[in-house]
């Protein structure tokens, strides 16, 4: 399994700007692909975005589109999660999450197992 930990959830308005930081130690999330997802309470969790091991493919839910960016900074072992025009329809604890069966694609990410999850970090959002 791969430890991973989540950072940068908090309190912002509508409209306003989070970046989440997804940090692994101990391995190298150079060959993962690494998926974010989140659970709202009450919901069940939804996978928000993905990111392939090459860099070369991201997936974003429809109702992230456009607003959400996920990228990786391979220097600092870590992928982040930029939420730009939060809505109030977007607090949920917000994981980090990765396998080596996990695979990311243009339509969507697919996973035999996705036994390594980080701790979650809280995101709300005011109206």
């Known amino acids: 399994q791969v430890q991973l930990v989540e950072s940068g959830g908090g309190l912002v308005q509508s409209g306003g700007s989070l970046r989440l930081s997804c940090t692994a130690s101990?391995?190298?999330?150079?060959?993962?692909?690494i998926g974010w997802f989140r659970q709202a309470p009450g919901k069940q969790r939804e996978g928000v975005s993905c990111?392939?091991?090459?860099?070369?493919?991201?997936y974003y839910v429809d109702s992230v589109k456009g607003r959400f960016t996920i990228f990786r900074d391979n220097g600092q072992n870590t992928v982040y999660l930029q939420m730009d025009s939060l809505k109030p329809a977007d607090p949920a604890i917000y994981y980090c999450?990765?396998?080596?069966?996990?695979?990311?694609?243009?339509?969507?990410?697919?996973?035999?197992?996705?036994?390594?999850w980080g701790q979650g970090t809280q995101v709300t959002v005011s109206s």
């Open positions: 990111i392939s091991i090459s860099n070369s493919t991201t």
């Open positions: 101990g391995t190298s999330l150079d060959y993962y692909s």
């Open positions: 999450a990765t396998d080596i069966t996990f695979l990311c694609g243009s339509k969507g990410y697919t996973a035999t197992r996705l036994d390594s």
